[in-house]
């Protein structure tokens, strides 16, 4: 596989075949496609392999090595981004059954009828579910360390916090992902706070007492996870066309265009109204609820398909 043997994996493939011998599965599922590295070829040749897409990983490395960023703390080049793409189609070839969470991350070419699934993710409904209909704060969680997030916390504080500041003094922002000391001079304003790095608890409180979520997200990789909490919580957001990439089960969203802070921020201000977050929300649960009704043994007919196209 790729280069697993300069990765340092000969150990770890070594003793999970040897738990594959012991356990004699069904079915594999690969919950990542990096996850490939611990399986050795002979995997794939002897069980039915289930591989999970949560990216479009070739094109996310290339958009790394195009914006000249680090990669797990080596400095990526287009020849690694050529063996990634080897070893991404090596992957899919040899599965037996491949789930993407989005439509998008689906492979372009050599769809093979059955073979290729799209589930897009969900979690079930939180047991407290969201409460902020009189909020007038929205926020957005994720880390700048990671671009797409650092490209959202820009948006949200040089374009949308002036914009919805002129209409709305009122709607505050907060930004959990970002320190404030380590946020630029120029992304500081009177309605954006910077609440650094929270636990799961902190974020929950945001999804529960908040007006909304903001996901201003400019590519449409995998699926935003951050969205399907907001939406296992009934939590209105208001998000990009990009950012809905894996939530085409939620109908009803409020979709801002990133091109148009001025106009997103009127849709907003309208939006940021207790009657309208509380059938927003209602919507979304209602969506929620339906979507998760019709996945039940979904999964299950995925590896038994699987199975049977291995066999």
Partial sequence: MHEYAAMGNRAAISEISSALDADAPDVIVVDHLYSALFLSDAVFKRWPVVT?????????????VRRGMRFYDAPPSPFAASRLRRFASAVVRDS???????????????????????????????????QGSESTSLFFIGSHHHYPNALAIEWIARCFAPAIWRLRPDIRLRIMGMDAAEA????????????????????????????GLLAPITNNFGAKFKLTEAASFGTPFFASAAALSGMSYIPNAEVIDLGDPDGAAKQIATAVEPARLAAYHRAIRASHRAYVQAQQGRWSAIAVAAIARFG
């Fill in 184 to 211: 630029p001079l120029n992304y500081h304003a009177p309605n954006v706070k910077f609440l650094g790095f929270g636990d799961d608890e902190a974020a929950q409180a945001l999804f529960v007492g908040s007006a």
């Fill in 96 to 130: 037996a059954g491949v789930v993407a969470i989005g439509r998008n991350d689906l492979p372009r070419r050599g769809r093979q009828a059955g073979k290729f699934n799209v589930v897009e993710p969900y979690l079930d409904a939180a047991e407290v579910p969201w």
């Fill in 52 to 64: 999970i897409l949560l990216n479009r990983e070739v094109d996310f490395f290339n958009e790394i």
